[in-house]
Every structure is written in structure tokens, then in C-alpha cells.
């Protein structure tokens, strides 16, 4: 009796070790479990590097079967006739191209788009239903070019997260239930004058260190501000954005149809303080405004062509204030403030 569990233990053991096996895809047909090294994926991590394509694939169609696929290596996947449906599972584009006839879905499944990675279709570009989630963190990314083609989020759950890249819209669409983010360098543009936003139920969280841009082809004056204030679902770091936060937090374009964070200079740094301490000592003092960070120079003769650093990370609210040595007979002293 011994033996036979031992023995069943090992057995159970190799199975284990077969099931989580990662898989390799040599080129092909996606679906082919031939072009797979361990079948098709399963459970598994999934590498493709090699150029492939499926076809007749619905949406919901649950090939990634709750594994995690990294495209790379320059792949290209003509997914034809078919939606690139991320259904199941995780896929993470690196470097490589993905095109498609028809949509780009996350479904119940986590579409991560990074640096060099290009998609490509002919209708939607969305996250789409079961908790379907999208992340850009770079490369280039477009729906179809018509106002009835819509780059966004459907229903209670789905979400898409803009940090980076550049993505292309026939449409916005960002449903109600739905929780989408816009940050770091990500630029949203319009594939033509017509792009509008079809819905705007969903919510839509704006960070105020956001660098990128967002055009909306078919917005004139007042637009973007009756937008965002107008009760939708957007927000500027997690806050409602009313009139006042409006003007004070956004740019936008001379023709209306692009919005951008309003890039604001620093306050002034006001009077500073020199006091001579025992010895050669300085204290040099000011006045700090939060949000911002300090630079200190020093130059021996105003005619020499550049300024030397002391310090250049003070940061603080209220009087900050540096003890420098100060030997040479004869200085000067200017402090800059940059915001953060």
C-alpha cells in the first residue's frame, strides 16, 4: 500500500509539471497546437515571436485559456477576417505589429500594449465586456477612421489606462460603469474632424502630470470646458472638475479641439536673506512655496558665462534657508524655483 501512494504521488507530480509547461509558438496558424512546443496555451506562459494569424475567431473565444502570452521579437499576426480577442488570459505586445480585419477586444482578459507595439484594425478598439481591460504604455494604436468606429470602454467593469503610446480614434466611447484613466505621455487624436465622443457615462480620471495631448477633431470653442464640467464622468485626480479647476489645470488649443495640461511657471522667489555668519560662513535664506524645488548658484564675476550649483534639491514651505562657506573675497549668489 506504501508503494502504490508513492507511486501516485510521482505520477500526480509529472503531471503537475506538464500542465505548467510554457509553451513556444514557431509561426503559423495561432490555432494549430503542431506550431505550439507545448500545445496550445493553457494555464501557461506563452512566447511569440515568430509572425502567425488566425482566422474565424469570435470574440469570446477563450484561446489564451487563463494564460499569459508576450508577443515580440518583431512578430507580425495578421489576424484575419477576425477580432484579436484577448479572451481568458493575459497578452503583453512588445515589439510587434498586430492587424486586424475587424476588432481589438480585451474580454475577459488584460490586453497590455508597451514600447513598439502597433495595432491596427478595421472597427472597434475597446475594452469590451467580463472586466476586459486595456493598458497602453507606449507604442501606436488606431481603430477604424469612421465616426461609428470607436477607440473606449464597454459596460460596468471594463477599463482602459492611456499612460503612453499614441492612440487613434474614429470615436471615443467610454460607457457608463466603466473606469479608464489618461496619464504620463499618452496622446489620444482623432482619426478625422469627425471624432466626437459618443458617450462619456463612464468614468474618466485625468492626472495632473500628464504630458500628452487629446484631440477631439469635431470640438470648437468651449467644448473641452463643457466636457469635462458638464456632470460626465470625468476627473482630475479622482476630483470633479468644475469651472475654476478647469481654467486653472487645462490648455486648449486655438482651434478648441485639443486639450492639454496647463503647463504653469513658478512662483516668484522673492527676497532673499544673506547673513553673515562667524568665520567665512553665509546663511542665505527665502521664502518657499510648495510644489516647487530650489536651486542655489554662485558666481565670482557677473561677466563669467555661466552659473556654479551649490545645491539644487531644496525643496519646502516657508523659509528655507543654507549655510554655505563662503572664503572667496568676493561673490554672488542667485536662487531659482521650478515647479515639480
Same mark, same amino acid.
Request: with cysteine; hydrophobic share 40%; charged share 15%.
Given at each position: 500500500?506504501?508503494?502504490?501512494k508513492?507511486?501516485?504521488?510521482a505520477?500526480?507530480?509529472?503531471?503537475?509539471?506538464?500542465a505548467s509547461?510554457d509553451?513556444?509558438?514557431?509561426?503559423?496558424?495561432?490555432?494549430?497546437?503542431a506550431?505550439?512546443s507545448n500545445g496550445l496555451?493553457?494555464?501557461q506562459?506563452a512566447?511569440?515571436?515568430f509572425?502567425?494569424y488566425?482566422?474565424?475567431?469570435?470574440?469570446?473565444?477563450?484561446?489564451?485559456?487563463?494564460?499569459?502570452a508576450?508577443?515580440?521579437g518583431?512578430?507580425? $499576426?495578421? @489576424?484575419? #477576417?477576425?477580432?484579436?480577442s484577448?479572451?481568458?488570459?493575459t497578452?503583453?505586445v512588445n515589439?510587434?505589429?498586430? &492587424?486586424?480585419?475587424?476588432?481589438v477586444f480585451a474580454d475577459?482578459?488584460?490586453?497590455i $500594449?508597451?514600447a513598439?507595439?502597433?495595432?491596427?484594425?478595421?472597427?472597434?478598439?475597446?475594452? &469590451?465586456?467580463h472586466?476586459?481591460?486595456i493598458?497602453v504604455?507606449?507604442?501606436?494604436h488606431?481603430?477604424?477612421p469612421?465616426?461609428d468606429?470607436?477607440?473606449g470602454?464597454?459596460r460596468?467593469?471594463?477599463g482602459i489606462d492611456?499612460?503612453?503610446?499614441?492612440?487613434?480614434?474614429g470615436?471615443?466611447?467610454?460607457q457608463?460603469?466603466?473606469?479608464?484613466s489618461?496619464?504620463?505621455?499618452?496622446?489620444?487624436a482623432?482619426?478625422?474632424p469627425?471624432?466626437?465622443f459618443?458617450?462619456?457615462?463612464?468614468?474618466? &480620471?485625468?492626472?495632473?502630470d500628464?504630458?500628452?495631448?487629446?484631440?477631439?477633431?469635431?470640438?470648437?470653442?468651449g467644448?473641452w470646458? #463643457?466636457a469635462l464640467?458638464g456632470g460626465?464622468?470625468?476627473?482630475?485626480?479622482?476630483?470633479v472638475?468644475?469651472?475654476?479647476?478647469?481654467?486653472? &489645470?487645462?490648455?486648449?488649443s486655438?482651434?478648441?479641439?485639443? @486639450?492639454t495640461?496647463?503647463? $504653469?511657471?513658478p512662483?516668484?522667489v522673492?527676497d532673499?536673506s544673506?547673513?553673515?555668519l562667524?568665520?567665512?560662513?553665509?546663511?542665505?535664506?527665502?521664502?518657499?512655496? #510648495?510644489?516647487?524645488?530650489?536651486t542655489?548658484?554662485?558666481?565670482?564675476e $557677473?561677466t563669467?558665462?555661466t552659473?556654479?550649483?551649490?545645491?539644487?534639491?531644496?525643496?519646502?514651505?516657508?523659509?528655507?534657508t543654507?549655510?554655505?562657506?563662503?572664503?572667496e573675497?568676493?561673490?554672488?549668489?542667485?536662487?531659482t524655483?521650478?515647479r515639480?
Open positions: 500500500m506504501k508503494r502504490n508513492l507511486v501516485l504521488c505520477l500526480s507530480l509529472c503531471v503537475a509539471g506538464v509547461a509553451t513556444v509558438f514557431s509561426g503559423g496558424d495561432l490555432r494549430d497546437a506550431n505550439w496555451p493553457a494555464g506562459v512566447t511569440i515571436n509572425d502567425g488566425y482566422s474565424g475567431i469570435a470574440q469570446n473565444t477563450p484561446w489564451l485559456s487563463g494564460s499569459t508576450t508577443v515580440g518583431g512578430a507580425v $499576426l495578421g @489576424l484575419l #477576417a477576425a477580432d484579436l484577448v479572451y481568458g488570459g497578452m503583453i515589439d510587434a505589429t498586430l &492587424n486586424c480585419q475587424d476588432d475577459n482578459g488584460h490586453l $500594449l508597451n513598439g507595439s502597433v495595432t491596427t484594425c478595421a472597427d472597434d478598439w475597446e475594452a &469590451n465586456d472586466n476586459g481591460w493598458t504604455n507606449g507604442g501606436t488606431s481603430s477604424g469612421n465616426t468606429h470607436c477607440v470602454a464597454q460596468t467593469g471594463t492611456f499612460l503612453g503610446g499614441t492612440v487613434t480614434a470615436n471615443f466611447r467610454f457608463a460603469g466603466s473606469t479608464s489618461v496619464g504620463g505621455s499618452a496622446v489620444l482623432s482619426a478625422g469627425g471624432t466626437t459618443s458617450d462619456m457615462a463612464g468614468l474618466m &480620471n485625468i492626472a495632473s500628464w504630458t500628452g495631448s487629446w484631440e477631439v477633431g469635431s470640438f470648437g470653442a467644448a470646458e #463643457a464640467t460626465h464622468g470625468f476627473r482630475l485626480d479622482g476630483a472638475i468644475n469651472a475654476a479647476s478647469f481654467a486653472s &489645470n487645462f490648455e486648449v486655438g482651434d478648441g479641439t485639443t @486639450l495640461i496647463a503647463v $504653469l511657471p512662483e516668484e522673492g532673499i544673506i547673513s553673515t562667524s568665520g567665512s560662513d553665509l546663511e542665505i535664506s527665502w521664502n518657499g512655496v #510648495a510644489g516647487h524645488t530650489y542655489l548658484e554662485y558666481k565670482s $557677473l563669467e558665462p552659473w556654479t550649483v551649490i545645491d539644487d534639491t531644496m525643496t519646502g514651505t516657508g523659509t528655507i543654507i549655510t554655505i562657506d563662503a572664503s573675497s568676493k561673490a554672488f549668489y542667485r536662487v524655483g521650478e515639480n
